[in-house]
């Protein structure tokens, strides 16, 4: 399976400066961002929840998956580039090789998840099991 590197290679390139933002929590939506150097925190809620720096990671795919606005805010750490997949549902819908890349990075992530929240449950006990019972419910539910 072709990387979305590859997949993306046509489309434009944004570069932003460090502090920029890309994306805004519940605002826009709808395009997609691949990394292609540099580092990038996400935050929700405003809750840092991830940092990201590996090439090829996709950004924005929540949003255009589910048709809403961005669920989180997006910003680089230090200068970064990124592809820009404008309307990307609508690209999705026409290229089949684009959408299976970006299905198995999300299921990939939720596998990662839930292999997460099923090693933390086992090794606590009482209210924490509970939480983490929880979450996996959730994702699960929201999965299908």
Request: net charge neutral.
């Amino acid at each position: 399976m072709s990387s979305l590197l590859e997949l993306t290679a046509n489309r434009p390139t944004r570069t932003l400066a460090a502090g920029e933002i890309l994306l805004v929590q519940d605002e826009g939506g709808g395009d997609l961002f691949i990394l292609l150097s540099g580092e990038l925190s996400v935050l929700r809620d405003g809750v840092k929840i991830a940092t990201i720096s590996q090439p090829g990671t996709v950004v924005g795919e929540i949003s255009v998956l589910l048709g809403t606005k961005s669920t989180a805010t997006v910003q680089a750490e230090r200068e970064t580039k990124v592809r820009v997949v404008r309307d990307a549902k609508k690209i999705l819908e026409a290229d089949s090789d684009l959408s299976l890349r970006v299905a198995a990075l999300v299921a990939g992530r939720l596998y990662a998840t839930s292999s997460l929240l099923v090693e933390l449950s086992k090794q606590h006990k009482g209210v924490e099991r509970t939480v983490f019972s929880r979450i996996l419910s959730a994702l699960l539910s929201s999965a299908g």
